[in-house]
């Protein structure tokens, strides 16, 4: 798999369907890149922002519009994936119980997913639950990058101040910690960084399946089948 153009210049951006859970979602054939965060984050005009595309995810004046997976085909290789926010106040319990396993059987168990964007709004000071989805997202193991939003909101000083405070809290949790990034879709700050991350994966993606191929054959036929059978249960990416 192999997309003819850079990442950063998205030439197609195409709405596939919206899930309701990880059964309904498309194959897994292309990689997935996926945004989340807490209701009112400004979700759905980033995602316009990255797509160039005004109308690709719907904006809503109030928070929790989101509230299936959406998933868009860009380049024709690779998908961006709208996951419903965290923290909506809309709806009846049971819908907003039913829509956060869906959330996390999507984080848990789509094999093709390649990274998580978490989007953190930047004007404010850490919020209790934006630290309890990234602790989530540690514990389960989900490889995740943090992007802090609404930078034209507020004073830069404010910006790194709460970027710091975030940090700090979660600074236990790691090693390393994880990539920050910060976005304003006012300035279109960020547009290209972000776009450069998912550009760096496809670029890793496609290195490793090149090698495969060239792996798979210099194996006979019978050789390949066996070993494509013993492998294929440890596999983490069906590419």
């Not at 802090?148 to 910690?177: C, G, H, M, Y």
């Not at 290209?192 to 496609?206: F, P, R, S, W, Y």
């Amino acid at each position: 798999m192999g997309c003819a153009f850079s990442i950063v210049n998205i030439s197609s951006a195409i709405f596939d369907r919206s899930a309701p859970d990880l059964n309904s979602c498309p194959d897994e054939s292309l990689p997935e890149f996926a945004f989340i965060g807490r209701s009112n984050v400004g979700k759905s005009s980033l995602l316009n922002l990255l797509a160039g595309e005004q109308g690709l995810a719907r904006v809503s004046p109030g928070p929790g519009f989101t509230k299936l997976i959406n998933l868009f085909t860009m380049n024709k290789c690779w998908r961006l994936v709208d996951l419903p926010g965290y923290g909506f106040a809309e709806g009846a319990k049971l819908d907003r119980t039913r829509f956060n396993a869906a959330v996390s059987d999507y984080l848990e168990n789509r094999t093709n997913l390649c990274l998580v964007f978490a989007l953190i709004d930047s004007s404010l000071a850490p919020q209790a639950i934006d630290l309890e989805f990234v602790e989530w997202l540690v514990r389960h193991a989900v490889p995740f990058v943090l992007v802090f939003t609404k930078t034209d909101k507020v004073t830069p000083n404010t910006v790194q101040a709460n970027i710091a405070a975030f940090t700090a809290r979660i600074s236990e949790w790691f090693e390393k910690l994880p990539a920050v990034f910060t976005c304003s879709v006012e300035t279109r700050q960020g547009r290209q960084e972000l776009l450069g991350v998912i550009d760096e994966q496809m670029k890793a993606i496609n290195a490793t399946s090149s090698r495969a191929r060239v792996h798979a054959e210099t194996l006979s036929p019978q050789t390949n089948y066996r070993e494509n059978r013993k492998r294929r249960p440890d596999l983490n990416r069906p590419w």
